[in-house]
T-cell receptor, first 116, second 110 residues
Framework: TQTVSQSDAHVTVFEGDSVELRCNYS??????LSWYIQHHGRGLQFLLK??????VVQGVNGFKAEFSKSDSSFHLRKASVHWSDSAVYFC??????????????FGAGTRLAVCP | DPKIIQKPKYLVAVTGSEKILICEQY?????MYWYRQSAKKPLEFMFS???????DNQTASSRFQPQSSKKNHLDLQITALKPDDSATYFC?????????FGPGTRLTVL
């Protein structure tokens, strides 16, 4: 069974703080990892992805994520958040099955609230 | 200009009725998907199509039927609607990775 977990349902920080949103997965094979952001009442916007190579990947708006095979993790980080970063963040994992990556399996999401 | 169009944005239906959710993408992608987001469950995969052919179906109920009349269209027909079908339905598309999502159709079944 392949699973994705986001351990924090809610994270609250102040503007200018750094933040880490955690994502862990369980699967022993090839995976493709990504993060999406969903502002209230909107669709999902792609932030960044990782499949191979440098385990630290840069995304839009100063976000970056680090893949760790040993920890089965793909945590999202930002050094200095802005109030506009307030949204729900979803970790999404695609598992290599039958020779292809197909569906995305999403975590439950982490709601980030940035206080002014 | 929006690259993935979903229509309508909001939809209210009565139990037992049938509705069609529209999705069109103008990204030139060959693969299209449907996902569902409800208050009770996280985003869950429903279907994937590649070159207008069904690749994967994770929806247990046959009441949900995707329809691809053109390569950039993937509509979702839902029959015999139930209140539990109330959710936001997202269409997505890709040319490999990543998948890009539309704005969603929020369906409410009374």
């Amino acid at each position: 069974t392949q699973t994705v977990s986001q351990s924090d349902a809610h994270v609250t920080v102040f503007e200018g703080d750094s933040v880490e949103l955690r994502c862990n997965y369980s699967y022993g094979g090839s995976i493709y990892l990504s993060w999406y952001i969903q502002h209230h009442g909107r669709g999902l916007q792609f932030l960044l992805k990782y499949y191979s190579g440098n385990p630290v990947v840069q995304g839009v708006n100063g976000f970056k994520a680090e893949f760790s095979k040993s920890d089965s993790s793909f945590h999202l980080r930002k050094a200095s958040v802005h109030w506009s970063d307030s949204a729900v963040y979803f970790c999404a994992v695609s598992f290599m099955l039958s020779g292809s990556f197909n569906k995305l399996t999403f975590g439950a999401g982490t709601r980030l609230a940035v206080c002014p | 200009d929006p690259k993935i169009i979903q229509k309508p944005k909001y939809l209210v239906a009565v139990t037992g009725s049938e509705k069609i959710l529209i999705c069109e993408q103008y990204l030139g992608h060959n693969a299209m998907y449907w996902y569902r987001q409800s208050a009770k469950k996280p985003l869950e995969f429903m279907f994937s199509y590649s070159y207008q052919k069904l690749m994967d179906n994770q929806t247990a109920s046959s009441r949900f039927q995707p329809q691809s009349s053109k390569k950039n269209h993937l509509d979702l027909q839902i029959t015999a609607l139930k209140p539990d079908d109330s959710a936001t339905y997202f269409c997505a598309s890709s040319a490999g990775r990543p998948q890009y999502f539309g704005p969603g159709t929020r369906l409410t079944v009374l």
